[in-house]
């Protein structure tokens, strides 16, 4: 085992499994909350309900039967047919071991509530984005090169393990780049961000991710590239042999995926190898300058390089490891801690900036997520504390990122505000934010809307109707921001509105308008002003 600050460093697959955490609710509220949720899922109130509608319920929310949380469940399940009665008992008994992802599925509390209409949007992304057949297989590596072209699939998985593939999302294929991933945070835990950084840069290089060269200091640009990962890679475990080392980096990997081991494709491993005259290059080059810890076997280093990157996954598997990170380091799927937030936060920061080659900063720029792109044609993508995406295509641009990845990102940050910057404008009238029940942007959007014109905040006004908010919608009464400007006297902004051309007499449920509001209240000049404009009595 490697040692660091007198502490004893393992795979995260090593450690100790976490235990459920402990209810400190009173009985009897556990038992009212228990049934209150067994009648939410009893529709016609038969007093049971049946294994088909209880798998229906997880299935449409997003939660998998495979999910790694649900294998007690699943195995109590086995005792029942699927249209066989399920008692309030025996449903205590079923979710023992998950009741608090049973709870947060069944009162609706998932980090996208509407998971189902989500998962329309993204299949309507993924055949949009389908259409186009542009780029070309990467043929510099000899087995990249025989990849069929016309693959795609796209998988997601939330940090609430919400999970939904569409297209060749079981379909192996080698990581490439997308190892450099965890192959930088592996190094962070390892020794810290100041001797990480001691050794690699956080600049974006500005060239190709194999070119010959390094910063003023000597060092490669960042972890992103061919020279940085080759410099993590010196520094995970160097005290093991090179086989430990590899199996080392597969339990970090098999973690982040909740238990899925990847694979090893041995073929891509030799290409690698045979087609490596330029990442020999880099090692030497950086050995020339002294980049490396003292003591580093080269040879070994740019092995152990070209194994990480043949690491074999799948879609599905990719879109855990991304979920992972979007939150925080805690695996969604299995509620295991397998990085710090630290790490991660260094990380996405650093894929951020410099996770798609030289195109990384064009993709900051329309997309503004961390993401990580390979060769083999592979884009793994975070949405911070949403989710983690994985899209996957052969065809890749002039840059070396997958035509269809890159396509589907644009497309998905156009439909929701994920973009990191999107949160500087309040409301977005073509986009949506699916963490919000079904309506309530809107509702919140009218809600702010009529307050404002109640308190006759005219710049919030302008505010919320350049964000793309409609003046004429009413809250839950009908009453629109005319009617609360008008029974409070607010006569700029009910200017602002005549001039935008709003409706000047909506009904209210009581049947009042704007103008009745404004008599009622002895609002003499708002009178005028609406008469003057056509407002009416009711």
């Known amino acids: 085992m490697a040692k660091k600050n007198n502490a004893v460093l393992t795979a995260p697959s090593k450690q100790p499994a976490l235990q459920p955490a402990l209810t400190t609710r009173p009985l009897d509220f556990q038992k009212r909350l228990e049934k209150r949720l067994f009648a939410s899922l009893d529709n016609e109130g038969k007093g049971s309900l049946s294994k088909r509608q209880f798998l229906h319920t997880l299935r449409y929310s997003g939660i998998l039967d495979n999910d790694p949380r649900l294998n007690e469940s699943m195995e109590h399940l086995q005792n029942f047919s699927l249209d066989e009665p399920i008692a309030l008992d025996d449903l205590i008994e079923l979710t023992h071991h998950n009741g608090q992802l049973i709870q947060k599925v069944l009162q609706n509390q998932l980090i996208i509530p509407d998971f189902k209409t989500f998962c329309e949007d993204i ?52 990581i490439q780049s997308t190892s450099k991933t965890i192959s930088y945070c592996i190094a962070l835990e390892e020794h810290g961000n100041a001797v990480v950084h001691n050794h690699i840069g956080f600049e ?130 299995t509620g295991l801690r397998v990085l710090k937030p630290d790490t991660v936060k260094n990380c996405l920061s650093l894929m951020y900036s410099c996770g798609m080659y030289d195109y990384s900063g064009e993709f900051a720029f329309t997309i503004g997520l961390p993401a990580k792109s390979g060769v083999s044609g592979v884009v793994m993508l975070v949405v911070p504390n949403v989710m983690g995406l994985c899209i996957w295509s052969p065809r890749l641009d002039q840059h070396g990122n997958s035509v269809h990845g890159i396509e589907f990102s644009r497309r998905l940050v156009e439909r929701y505000n994920f973009h990191n910057y999107d949160s500087l404008v309040s409301v977005h009238d073509e986009k949506t934010d699916p963490r919000l029940h079904k309506n309530e942007s809107k509702i919140k959007s009218i809600i702010a809307l009529c307050w404002a014109a109640a308190q006759g905040d005219l710049q919030e006004v302008k505010h919320l109707y350049a964000s793309g908010v409609h003046l004429d919608e009413a809250d839950y009464d009908g009453r629109t ?58």
């Open 123 to 174: 299949s309507a992304i993924y055949d949009a984005t389908a259409l186009t057949n542009a780029g070309k297989v990467a043929d510099y590596i000899p087995q990249l090169a025989r990849v069929s072209p016309d693959q795609f699939g796209v998988s997601l998985c939330t940090i609430d393990g919400q999970r939904f593939s569409r297209g060749d999302t079981q379909v192996p294929f080698s």
């Open 204 to 333: 974006p290089s500005g060239k190709g991710f194999n070119e010959l060269t390094l910063n003023s200091k000597g060092l490669p640009h960042n972890p992103m590239i061919n020279a940085g990962a080759i410099m993590s890679c010196s520094l995970i475990q160097p005290q093991l042999d090179l086989a430990d080392r590899f199996d080392y980096v597969m339990d970090v990997w098999t973690a982040a995926a909740g238990g899925q081991r990847p694979g090893f494709n041995n073929a891509v491993y030799l290409s690698e190898r045979h087609t490596a005259d330029r990442n020999f290059a880099l090692g030497y080059f950086m050995r020339e300058n002294k980049a490396f810890p003292e003591g580093v076997n080269l040879i070994e280093t740019l092995e152990f390089y070209f194994q990480c990157c043949s690491i074999e996954a799948t879609a599905e598997l990719l879109s855990v490891v991304a979920g992972t990170l979007a939150n925080g380091g805690i695996c969604p799927i």
């Open 481 to 538: 921001a005319l009617h609360l400007a008008a029974s409070e006297g607010q006569i700029e902004v009910i200017e602002f509105l005549i001039r935008k051309q709003v409706s000047l007499n909506p009904i209210d449920r009581w049947g009042g308008t704007p103008l009745a509001d404004a008599h009622r209240h002895g609002h003499t000049a708002v009178v005028r002003l609406l008469e003057q404009h056509g407002g009416t009595m009711p």
